[in-house]
């Protein structure tokens, strides 16, 4: 006879499968928990971005940098004036004094520590720099760069990790104090902390409380998502548990602040308490004062609602929570209270933050170049610290200026002119502003670089710079008579002057200054089109050119960059010196692993170069650019070329000064005719924004085998009275070399010391 099986025997047998089946499967599910922990929290913990930094601002004795454009630059870099500056990023002003305490930072050539300087101006140049403390002259106070950009992983997520050794005491007070004020002694979870919340909640009829701690806050941003899940919850708690087993308090508590979501702007997600910090307070952690601190703090509540950007009064009531809580605790004393209480939270500015959308196209030029030694991965993930070349107050006025001008163009216009222009140091090669659209966005076309525009009469100082380097001197006689030329198919060229007119013979360097096509044409066959290509690539072209007449009036496409690089060569003597957006990269760790140290190639010799600088003076002087007088005053000595393609298609203008070189385009996407020659638009546009930047006189020595002779050009313009005077042309071989342009050039008066000085020259020639 079978053995009846009772009720209680069969609910037994049930619960003990139904408990080891549970058994079963939460170990399944610990021992998957436990792998995806190990896996993430060792292996991929984050994705740090590049961070892009302006060049850090040197400031030393003769730099020449006004009063006003260094407290521009204070503010840009969240600098805040405090009489006196106690702390590291404040500053102070006095008559022409400006007192200021810098912040430490890792530069390119290491660590420098804050810094109490004293700058002393005289007009708008540095006369002297010295100590605070020691009222002793120091030779430069340097600034750390502001940032400017970063490449942000696919996430968008933005942060500067920290370690738990760098997190201050104030701040780990205040953030326990408010999240979690037994984390260092819970394992991962608050069973009395879920218990109290409950009750709050149940008494308040609504959610008014926590339990969560920062362990479990941890595990939900980093490991799971936010549904509102039974089993969501029991992960949590089962990966915080892991947690806790697997790492240290200060680890979890490091990563929570590394992890944390603080704010949105734009597609930038701003994570961590490092960068939140700056983003808010332009301030490092270590720099926060207690009501900074507690409202950092508060944030974590809703970024969205306590945002002080946005919304200050909310996120001042939210700080006073805190410090109530914090006060309450025994944590600050009633004075630090009372004081956190009335700290007036000095202006944010919202501009600022929305300042890097003003740097997207150098920051596309900075990412193409980086490219080129980086992967993607590379740019989006290492934390890579990269020093670029861009001049943020240069910069500022740049981008002002051209936008300006081009909306007074396009008053008159039906269409909408589109531009872009390239500013950088003649010398170096260093681009500091660069703006590819009048009002570019991420993502947009960057005209600066890859507008593809012929570039007109742009090319015509690489034709005059083939004749120098053939025999040519600058009187040499050339024809500007028509010319007929045919092409391969058989169809007829007939070029013509933009005034439509024959000059006859004319000198020279009139040919460049008065632009004259005719001119330039016959000089070019004369010297042959493969010489002048060779010229044109020894100045820096790199694309193909081919061999069509039409090439020497500019028929070639080059965009803005590429037309920097050439006229770069020019503007510096015949040192091609190629053009630079990147000083250096540290990588994460603050190591260099790259520097771009100054790299030169002489393919034209500094008399030949010193010649064709004179014709391009010329030009700005009597010529095409003369129109430049009503931007700059006559002693400050510019050198320009104008450039009006066919149909008036394409408006530019490239020229330098000073310390200045840049190149200015202007036109329609489309390609349709704008109505401007380069003197009307591309050039008012390059003087509107050079006219602002810090002038740097630069008088260069005139070679030894040059020599100044005086001379009465040819009518180029009978309408200019000023073209038939005498002036003092340099020339190449020995001769008279105590004649400069500045003191010369152009006097046309019939005084007893002018004829004493012609004669002289007439006898130094014939000895010679």
């Not at 091609?576 to 692993?593: D, F, H, S, W």
């Not at 385009?665 to 009307?680: E, I, P």
């Not at 100044?708 to 340099?730: A, H």
Request: glycine fraction near 8%.
């Amino acid at each position: 006879m079978k053995k009846r099986l009772t009720i209680w025997t069969l609910l037994f047998s049930i619960t003990a499968a139904v408990a080891g089946i549970s058994a079963i499967v939460l170990y399944d599910r610990v021992n998957t928990l436990n792998k995806e922990i190990t896996r993430r929290f060792d292996n991929d913990r984050w994705q740090i971005p590049a961070r892009v930094f302006a060049r850090p601002l040197e400031l030393y004795p003769g730099k020449n940098i006004s009063l006003a454009d260094l407290i521009t630059e204070l503010r840009q870099g969240g600098y805040r004036h405090k009489n006196p500056p106690l702390s590291a990023g404040e500053y102070a002003t006095q008559g022409n004094l400006v007192f200021l305490k810098t912040r430490e930072f890792n530069f390119l050539d290491g660590n420098q520590g804050s810094k109490e300087c004293a700058i002393q101006f005289d007009k708008n140049t540095i006369a002297k720099t010295y100590d605070i403390t020691t009222q002793q002259p120091i030779d430069e106070c340097r600034l750390d760069p502001i940032t400017i950009g970063s490449f942000l992983p696919e996430t968008g997520e933005d942060r500067i990790l920290l370690k738990y050794e760098d997190l201050p005491q104030q701040f780990i007070d205040t953030l326990l104090a408010v999240e979690d004020k037994t984390f260092f002694s819970h394992i991962g979870i608050d069973p009395k902390g879920i218990l109290r919340a409950l009750y709050l909640n149940f008494r308040a009829g609504k959610a008014v409380a926590g339990g969560s701690t920062l362990t479990q806050q941890l595990v939900k941003n980093y490991f799971l998502s936010n549904e509102r899940t039974l089993r969501r919850k029991l992960n949590e708690a089962i990966m915080a548990l892991i947690l806790e087993q697997k790492y240290g308090k200060e680890e979890i508590l490091a990563a929570y602040c590394n992890e944390i979501f603080l704010g949105q702007k734009g597609k930038r997600a701003i994570h961590g308490f490092a960068l939140a910090s700056q983003f808010y307070f332009h301030k490092k952690l270590t720099q926060l004062n207690i009501a900074e601190t507690s409202m950092l703090v508060g944030i974590i509540k809703g970024p969205s609602i306590y945002n002080p950007i946005q919304f200050l009064e909310r996120s001042q009531t939210r700080k006073n929570i805190v410090l109530q809580i914090l006060f309450d605790d025994n944590i600050i004393d009633e004075q630090q209270y009372r004081q956190a209480l009335d700290y007036s939270f000095p202006t944010i500015n919202k501009n600022a933050l929305s300042q890097s959308s003003n740097y997207v196209s150098f920051i596309d030029f900075v990412q193409r170049r980086l490219r080129q030694s980086y992967s993607k991965q590379d740019l989006t993930s290492q934390g890579l610290l990269i020093f670029s070349t861009l001049d943020p107050v240069i910069h500022t006025k740049a981008h002002s200026q051209f936008q300006s001008t081009v909306a007074e163009k396009n008053k008159s216009k039906k269409k909408r002119l589109q531009g872009a222009y390239v500013i950088g140091n003649r010398h170096t090669g260093e681009v500091v502003s660069l703006m590819g659209g009048i009002h570019p966005r991420i993502g947009d076309f960057n005209r600066a670089i890859d507008a593809q525009r012929q570039i007109g009469s742009l090319i015509k100082p690489a034709v005059y710079l083939t004749a120098l380097n053939s025999g040519y001197s600058l009187a040499s006689i050339i024809s500007d008579h028509s010319v007929t030329l045919e092409d391969p198919s058989g169809k007829s060229w007939q070029p013509q002057n933009y005034d439509k007119t024959e000059h006859g013979n004319v000198m020279l360097y009139q040919g460049l200054a008065y632009s004259l096509n005719l001119a330039t044409v016959n000089l070019g066959l004369q010297v042959g089109l493969t010489n002048v290509v060779d010229t044109v690539k020894k100045l820096g072209v790199t694309k193909n050119i081919e061999l069509y007449p039409s090439i020497l009036l500019g028929s070639i496409e080059l965009s803005p960059l590429q037309v920097m690089q050439m006229y770069q060569s020019i503007a510096a003597s015949g040192f091609q010196t190629p053009l630079r957006a990147i000083r250096g990269v540290l990588n994460q760790e603050k190591v260099p692993i790259q520097r771009n140290r100054l790299s030169v190639e002489q393919h034209f010799t500094t008399s030949e170069m010193f010649l064709l600088q004179f014709a391009l003076q010329e030009a700005v002087r009597v010529g095409t650019g003369k129109g430049l007088h009503n931007h700059f005053p006559e002693y400050q000595r510019v050198a320009g070329k104008t450039g009006t393609t066919d149909g008036y298609r394409d408006s530019w203008f490239a020229g330098f000064t000073g310390e200045m070189l840049g190149v200015v385009w202007l036109g329609y996407d489309d390609n349709t005719s704008t109505g401007l020659t380069g003197a009307s638009g591309a050039m008012d546009a390059w003087g509107s924004i050079i006219k602002t930047l810090p002038y740097s006189k630069v008088e260069p020595d005139t070679p030894s085998n040059i020599h100044w002779r005086k001379i009465t050009p040819p009518k180029v313009k009978p309408s200019t009275n000023s073209v038939n005077q005498s002036l003092y042309l340099p020339m190449l071989g020995k001769g008279n070399t105590n004649h400069t342009p500045s003191q010369k050039k152009g006097k046309g008066s019939n005084s007893l010391q002018d004829s004493v000085e012609s004669l002289f020259d007439s006898i130094l020639q014939i000895f010679n």
